[in-house]
T-cell receptor
């Protein structure tokens, strides 16, 4: 099935550093979602984006809906050890097949 | 307390047996989904249902079956025809918004 291109695949950073990850697609998307998954748990919705150019924050997390509607970015500021996990982007394509399209995930490790 | 429940958290079965994974939601969501996740992998869609008494195959439906007799419930049966059933299974639901929420998952081990 269709997938989003999410990068980087993994990151190993020092506590306190800022983190950036992004998702790109060849298709136009109407909605972008960002999730975090802890080991052995279900993904938790962090941020939802609905309009091109939209910038939304949730605590230390900030996400943006790309102006072309083909990409989205997630930034984490001042990382802490509990930020460790897998971050997934997901989106509803304008074709609206009824299926949410996912990126492959970014694994984040934070060194205290 | 609203949300999605999956039970059990861990499930063990012998090869050749069918097994049914439970998914219940009290969010009044119309759409429900089943995903499979393998170690170090992303999420792959097995089946989804946008309304009661209707469901569609996802990307990897072979060896699985579902039913949607009630809005709140979307059980997944892993049949003996599924060649590699050991995985982490995630159920999700979506209401009228585009926000999709996940349950806590069931880890199935088949030996």
């Amino acid at each position: 099935g269709q997938q989003l291109n999410q990068s980087p695949q993994s990151m190993f950073i020092q506590e306190g550093e800022d983190v950036s990850m992004n998702c790109t697609s060849s298709s136009i998307f109407n909605t972008w979602l960002w999730y975090k998954q802890d080991p052995g748990e279900g993904p938790v919705l962090l941020i939802a984006l609905y309009k091109a150019g939209e910038l939304t924050s949730n605590g230390r997390l900030t996400a943006q809906f790309g102006i072309t509607r083909k990409d989205s970015f997630l930034n984490i500021s001042a990382s802490i050890p509990s930020d460790v996990g897998i971050y997934f982007c997901a989106g509803w394509a304008s074709s609206n097949t009824g299926k949410l399209i996912f990126g492959q995930g970014t694994t984040l490790q934070v060194k205290p | 307390d609203g949300g999605i429940t999956q039970s059990p958290k861990y499930l063990f079965r012998k090869e050749g047996q069918n097994v049914t994974l439970s998914c219940e939601q009290n969010l009044n969501h119309d759409a429900m989904y089943w995903y499979r996740q393998d170690p170090g992998q992303g999420l792959r869609l097995i089946y989804y249902s946008q309304i009661v008494n209707d469901f569609q195959k996802g990307d990897i439906a072979e060896g699985y079956s579902v039913s949607r007799e009630k809005k709140e419930s979307f059980p997944l049966t892993v049949t003996s025809a599924q060649k590699n059933p050991t995985a982490f299974y995630l159920c999700a639901s979506r209401g009228i918004s585009y926000e999709q929420y996940f349950g806590p998952g069931t880890r199935l081990t088949v030996t």
